[in-house]
């Protein structure tokens, strides 16, 4: 096993495959020791039928976890075999139901009696280790109906490249790529508006110098995303989150979350009890980053910008 310490936990899926090989060749070699002729990869279909009489091949697919086209090819070598034949005694004509035949019920007896012994030689082998493999099974089969290995490595690569990110508060030298990303955003999916103008074209006398906060993502020392925290002369809130935008070449290293942090820290800094943002529904990955800092849709408000159709605030404890 020195290969599978060298790679690590990478090669996961090659040594459950190595083990899978293992046990199937000798449940192959089991079977002849009980004079059974019968193929390992038959027993999930042959067992419910088995157990439970005649079955339609979806109902088969469903209890078993396989595939209809897997189960199909199995019983078409079950049929050949003689175990199992199709529409068999059936009650409705219209499912097309599979059954044991006499033969295979007869085997299944016999299989009976090979499985009371498979479990106890099981058991044994349970005894001897430290962990419960059978156990072990079930609970990673559950964990990954959660959260999928695909998910997880997703969120793994995104946390070791957001390491790379850095959130630097905003400087002159960065005005052109605060303006260039949010009209980038703007125009692909709205048009820009006058509201935007004041802003973009006027960062420091707009937001800074009235005692708000600009902070910019930097990607290998490259400006890609941007995120305004502007004062607000409003009974109800003392800042508001706005003029986030990323680049879309670079998405998916939770930029957008780690401007999103860095404003809404910022705002306890200074004090804030609420921030309030505006936004549109049409822009669900930003939405759910909202929901995701805390804000909370409110109602009521009017707005200078035609593209908003969302209203959301911040309360900070």
């Known amino acids: 096993m ?78 050949t075999a003689g175990l199992v034949q199709e529409n068999r005694e059936s009650m409705d004509k219209r499912r097309n139901v599979v059954a044991l035949t006499k033969k295979g019920t007869a085997i299944s007896k016999r299989i009976k009696v090979q499985c009371a012994d498979v479990d106890a030689a099981i058991e044994s082998i349970t005894s001897e280790a430290r962990h419960n493999l059978w156990e072990a099974i079930e609970e990673w089969e559950y964990l990954l109906d959660q959260k999928s290995l695909l998910r997880r ?33 703007i125009s692909t999916y709205f048009q820009m508006e006058e509201a935007d103008y004041k802003a973009l074209d006027n960062p420091k006398s707009y937001i800074l110098d009235k005692g708000g906060k600009i902070f910019v993502a930097l990607y290998n020392n490259e400006p890609v995303g941007v995120c305004a925290l502007i004062k607000m002369k409003d009974p109800d809130y003392d800042f508001e989150l706005a003029k986030m935008a990323v680049s879309p070449k670079i998405q998916g290293k939770s930029i957008g979350w780690l401007l999103g942090q860095a404003v809404v820290n910022a705002a306890k800094d200074l004090g804030a009890s609420k921030i309030y943002l505006e936004s549109n529904t049409a822009l ?31 309360i900070i404890l």
């Open 153 to 185: 490595v997703q969120e793994q690569k995104k946390l070791r490249e957001s390491k790379d990110v850095q959130i630097v508060p905003y400087e002159d030298q960065y005005q052109n790529a605060f303006r260039a990303l949010n009209e980038e955003w």
């Open 2 to 79: 020195s290969f599978f310490e060298k790679t690590g936990k990478m090669a996961l899926g090659s040594r459950l495959r190595l083990m899978t090989a293992k046990i199937t060749d000798d449940a192959a070699k089991i079977y002849e020791l009980y004079d059974v002729e019968f193929s390992p990869k038959w027993f999930p279909v042959f067992f419910v039928l088995a157990e439970d009489g005649e079955k339609t091949i979806t109902e088969i697919a469903n209890e078993i976890g396989h595939s209809q086209p897997s189960v199909s090819k199995i019983i078409q070598e079950l049929t």
């Open 284 to 314: 669900k990955p930003a939405i759910n980053l909202y929901q995701k800092l805390g804000f909370k849709k409110v109602v009521g408000r009017s707005t200078p910008y035609e593209r908003c159709n969302i209203q959301m605030e911040l």
